[in-house]
């Protein structure tokens, strides 16, 4: 299986703040690689797919990069809507494995 | 609009077994990767199991040999067959589509239904 590996596991931000959340993958993934954002007691909603593109109706302060086994979420400018649990999952090979998610703490 | 709606979570104790639902409208679940994720209490996300379209299915080690996902086409349903549970099988269980033509994202979720296996 494909281990994903993100980090940080938690950061205090504050609205305005860039953040970045990078993730790691075991071994090359090519561009299959997602992001979704969760908050409590909420399924997780998509955020960016193939590692760059951003999905309808997500704000485009919102970006993502990254091929292979390396990959970023950026998020431009934090607003109050964003503290949330962040997850990538690739898709690139079953089990489509998450990596263990970062939370975004306000500071 | 496509929706996905689980039931069948509960309270039951170890060694018991459940099956899940996941109702399916606006999508076609035998023409889909459809999975099972799950999320224990305070947890990350934990992918389950998933069923092919052309029927083949896949498990996590962790639920290989108790659990069995399946699919009613008639009722457009997906199903979560859980037996021998496990207090570390507590979770709320997701089910999910995986967009074959779009590197397999998962674009739509339930709503979740929670398992508890507590005597």
């Known amino acids: 299986d494909i281990q994903m590996t993100q980090s940080p596991s938690s950061l205090s931000t504050s609205v305005g703040d860039r953040v970045t959340i990078t993730c790691r993958a075991s071994q090359s993934i090519s561009y299959y690689l997602n992001w979704y954002q969760q908050k409590p007691g909420k399924a997780p909603k998509l955020l960016i797919y193939?590692?760059?593109s951003l999905q309808s109706g997500v704000p485009s302060r919102f970006s993502g990069s990254g091929s292979g086994t390396d990959f970023t979420l950026t998020i431009s400018s934090l607003q109050p809507e964003d503290f949330a649990t962040y997850y990538c999952q690739q898709s690139y090979s079953t089990p489509h494995t998450f990596g263990q998610g970062t939370k975004l703490e306000i500071k | 609009e496509v929706q996905l709606v689980e039931s069948g979570g509960g309270l039951i104790q170890p060694g018991g077994s459940l099956r899940l639902s996941c109702a399916a409208s606006?999508?076609?679940?035998?023409?889909?990767?459809m999975s099972w994720v799950r999320q224990a209490p305070g947890e990350g996300l934990e992918w389950v199991s998933v069923l092919y379209r052309n029927g083949n299915t896949y498990y996590a080690d962790s639920v290989k040999g108790r659990f069995t996902i399946s699919r009613d086409n008639s009722k457009n349903t997906l199903y979560l067959q859980m037996n021998s549970l496990r207090a570390e099988d507590t979770a709320v269980y997701y089910c999910a589509r995986s967009n074959s033509e779009n590197y397999y994202v998962v674009d739509y979720w339930g709503q979740g239904t929670l398992v508890t296996v507590s005597s």
């Open positions: 193939a590692a760059s």
């Open positions: 606006g999508l076609t679940v035998s023409s889909n990767y």
